[in-house]
């Protein structure tokens, strides 16, 4: 399995610390994060040791600038909405739409975030980074709820829903379920995210 690992990667361009973030992501939606030693993680980065820590003094911070890096990445694509003037139900669609491409298009990445959003891996000095520098998400919640397009719950809970349902829409494309179309499937899962 490790040659195989090893093979997913050039180690010949690129910069050393993204060669490590690209290899810990693989790694830890692969093996898992407690799986995953950091002399795994840097073999495969094609560094030595001594430059993982250089650039990650351990492993708690490699998965927390992971973290981070990806949700704004994400978020970018998410929240980059060229019509704010939209109705509220438009943008949050839209937006739906917009990770679900994102995580066809990135679906490491989208695993890694499925896997360690609640996770107790991710510090909580990062998860309440990631709060404050997306509590923009948090205020499009709040509003839908306010509108009535949300059903009258907490914003935890919608954005553990919605979470769950773009999650599954992500696993059942990558499956190439033959019943549905990739539209239908679309579709049918944002549909359950609404009143």
């Known amino acids: 399995m490790k040659n195989n690992i090893l093979s997913h990667f050039d180690t010949n361009t690129g910069d050393k610390r993204e060669k490590i973030l690209k290899a810990a992501l ?14 795994l993680i840097s073999k495969t980065a094609g560094v030595s040791t001594g430059t ?13 600038e992971l973290y981070l890096s990806i949700k704004k990445e994400m978020c970018g694509v998410v929240g980059n909405e060229e019509n704010p003037a ?21 679906p490491e990445k ?3 975030l499925s896997q360690f959003h609640h996770s107790p891996n991710i510090s909580d000095a990062v998860q309440s980074r990631a709060y404050e520098e997306f509590r923009w998400i948090t205020e499009m919640y709040s509003r839908a ?4 397009i949300f059903t009258d719950h907490p914003v935890s809970y919608h954005m553990i829903m919605v979470a ?22 679309i579709a049918a899962g944002i549909e359950k995210i609404f009143k």
């Open 110 to 112: 989208a695993c890694f």
């Open 145 to 148: 709820i306010r509108e009535g």
């Open 26 to 39: 693989h790694l830890f939606t692969t093996l898992g994060f407690h799986a995953t030693p950091t002399s």
């Open 86 to 106: 939209l109705p509220t139900k438009a943008q949050l669609e839209r937006g739906f739409i917009r990770y679900i491409e994102w995580g066809m298009a990135n």
């Open 52 to 64: 993982l820590f250089h650039y990650f003094p351990d492993k708690q911070t490699l998965i927390d």
């Open 164 to 185: 769950q349902i773009l999650s599954g829409v992500l696993e059942l494309l990558s499956l190439g379920e033959e019943e549905m179309s990739a539209d239908a499937i």
